[in-house]
């Protein structure tokens, strides 16, 4: 149902899928050696810009969603679908393929 943010992403998630923008992948390691490109891991986790209305359920009521625009939350390795807007990356992912929300 929300779908407005800070940063005015145009984009509206069907059903019980999320919007998320993943953040930056580590550029050095903790002992300090900077990660090329191609070595740095993909982020599994991100903050979540827009959420979906719910789940259609078999009595015709949407599903309640658990999640909310602003949750940093943790995802699969390989879950969701990578995109491209405006220049920035997000990751669009069912409710069910998000792991854990940070409290």
């Given at each position: 149902?929300?779908?407005a943010?800070?940063?005015?992403?145009?984009?509206r998630p069907?059903?019980d899928?999320?919007?998320?923008?993943p953040?930056e992948?580590e550029e050095?390691?903790?002992?300090?050696i900077?990660?090329?490109?191609?070595a740095?891991?993909?982020?599994?986790?991100?903050?979540?810009?827009?959420?979906?209305p719910g789940?259609l359920?078999?009595?015709?009521?949407?599903?309640?969603?658990?999640?909310?625009v602003?949750?940093?939350?943790?995802?699969g390795?390989?879950?969701?679908?990578?995109?491209?807007?405006n220049g920035?990356?997000y990751?669009?992912?069912r409710?069910?393929d998000?792991?854990a929300?940070q409290?």
């Open positions: 149902m929300a779908t943010t800070a940063k005015k992403v145009k984009i069907l059903d899928r999320v919007v998320v923008e953040f992948a050095r390691t903790r002992g300090g900077v990660l090329p490109d191609s740095r891991e993909k982020p599994q986790q991100g903050k979540v810009i827009a959420v979906g789940k359920l078999k009595s015709g009521e949407r599903g309640k969603m658990s999640l909310k602003g949750d940093h939350v943790f995802y390795k390989y879950s969701g679908t990578e995109i491209e807007l920035e990356e990751v669009i992912l409710e069910s998000v792991l929300v409290a």
